[in-house]
């Protein structure tokens, strides 16, 4: 069978990678991955990946400084990747009213021209949901910039979000998954001959991996047409996306679905039996956590001197381990109230590395690696590869469906 070539940017310790070489046909051989992490001197993501996946090229260089030639001899099928989500605003360059220009270090701007350098066949990116609502002044305005751009490379786009709990994993982890592929192939042709509404809600790629009831949550839905003036866009665009869209030719719907929920895995039931010590609290540790996730209100004071009261909810003493876990950040190894806190027949402990790697469905010590903080931190930055393993599945069932096509036309 044909294979088709990734390139995997901002590859981390290597979710989408793992993700996509667990599908069912074997049709993804990840060619090119990129990693750096800012300002560190140990490398500890991009060693982890090394260490865990022998082949292809792995470049361990700031992506703003890896040049179009390298990008374009890479010459992938398909671009993946879960970047940060910053802010995407533009403006038109003063060397002339056609160029525009984003600001320095936002790193959508670098898949941008990956795509522009490659023009692979499908993309497959990852970011928060926030995403969707950046930034609070302009809501929706980050998301339809980032459209906007993918629209004029020559995408139909789908996105979804997707609280991996929802369907059988281990974790509440809601993050948007956006889905392109270029408007000339058979699949988008044959697909957007379909409703929009059929689309999100039955024939696309995101309804296929991940089925959704016929339910629109509280009359959610909507649509709109983006400008092909991305400074327009950028100055006055605000809308309100919802978690499910679907894009062509700047034209768009969207929609809050409501997932056909699938039997979670419990907190419990991904836990170590025998649990090293060191993962133990001290009475002291306990009551700071139990501080700290208990309902709080603070007088504070802000810098100009204004009073005012900060409060926040309780949350349970510790996490139940009957439903999924929370959310993991990157600051799962420190004392905080976001971190997990488990209660066993020993007492009161942190999770453990190999939980943090389960939580995401790795495979235990994938990141053995590193030091146990980085391994939360590492963790905390990925994403759950079961997810991307359905995704993959349905990516092998459009390719077998049209196997038409290579479409990397070289921009350049
Ligand atoms: C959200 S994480 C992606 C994690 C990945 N999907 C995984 O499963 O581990 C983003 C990654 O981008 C990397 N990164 C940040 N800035 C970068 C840059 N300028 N060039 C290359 N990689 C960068 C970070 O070190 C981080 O590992």
């Known amino acids: 069978m044909k294979k088709l070539k990734v390139g995997e940017m901002f590859a981390g310790v290597g979710g989408f990678r793992l993700g996509l070489e667990n599908t069912e046909n074997r049709m993804f051989e990840i060619t090119w991955a990129n990693q750096w992490e800012p300002s560190r001197r140990v490398q500890h993501a991009y060693d982890c990946y090394t260490h865990n996946f022998k082949t292809g090229i792995h470049s361990n260089q700031d992506i703003t400084q890896v040049t179009n030639h390298e990008l374009a001899s890479t010459n992938v099928d398909m671009i993946v ?57 302009q809501r929706g ?27 059988g994993n281990a974790q509440k982890r809601r993050r948007v998954f956006i889905f392109g ?5 058979h699949y988008a042709q044959s697909i957007t001959k379909k409703s929009a509404e059929d689309i999100v809600f039955k024939e696309g790629f995101f309804a296929k991996a991940f089925p959704v009831t016929d339910e629109v949550y509280k009359d959610r839905i909507g649509t709109v047409t983006l400008s092909h003036d991305i400074v327009e866009i950028s100055d006055n665009f605000s809308y309100t996306f919802h978690p499910s869209g679907f894009m062509r030719n700047g034209e768009i719907y969207t929609v809050h679905t409501v997932p056909q929920y699938e039997k979670p895995v419990t907190l419990g039931e991904i836990l170590e039996e025998a649990v090293d010590d060191q993962y133990y609290l001290s009475d002291e540790k306990v009551e700071k956590f139990k501080y700290l996730r208990g309902a709080k209100k603070i007088e504070r004071i802000t810098k100009d001197g204004h009073k005012y009261t900060f409060s926040e909810g309780g949350m349970s003493e510790t996490d139940a381990l009957d439903s999924p876990a929370r959310t993991m950040l990157t600051s799962e190894s420190s004392i905080n109230r976001s971190t997990h806190l488990i209660k066993d027949s020993k007492g009161y402990r942190t999770l453990t590395p190999v939980e943090a790697e389960r939580l995401n469905g790795f495979p235990d010590n994938w990141t053995d690696t590193m030091a146990g903080k980085m391994r939360f931190f590492c963790m905390g930055n990925a994403l759950v590869v079961p997810l991307i ?11 077998m469906q049209y196997p038409d096509e290579t479409t990397q036309l070289n921009l350049f």
């Open 81 to 137: 990747g879960g970047f940060p989500c910053q802010d995407y605003s533009v403006a038109r360059s003063l060397s002339g009213e056609l160029g525009i220009q984003g600001k320095k270090g936002v790193l959508f701007w670098e898949i941008a021209r990956y795509i522009q350098n490659v023009a692979p066949k499908y993309i497959l990116l990852e970011n928060v949901d926030r995403l969707l609502k950046s930034p609070a002044s």
């Open 141 to 167: 305005r980050d998301f339809a910039v980032m459209l906007s751009t993918l629209n004029e490379l020559g995408y139909d786009i789908e996105w979804r979000v997707i609280n991996a709990a929802d369907y």
């Open 181 to 185: 592929y270029r408007k000339e192939n």
């Open 389 to 399: 393993t359905r995704m993959g599945n349905e990516i092998e069932n459009i390719e």
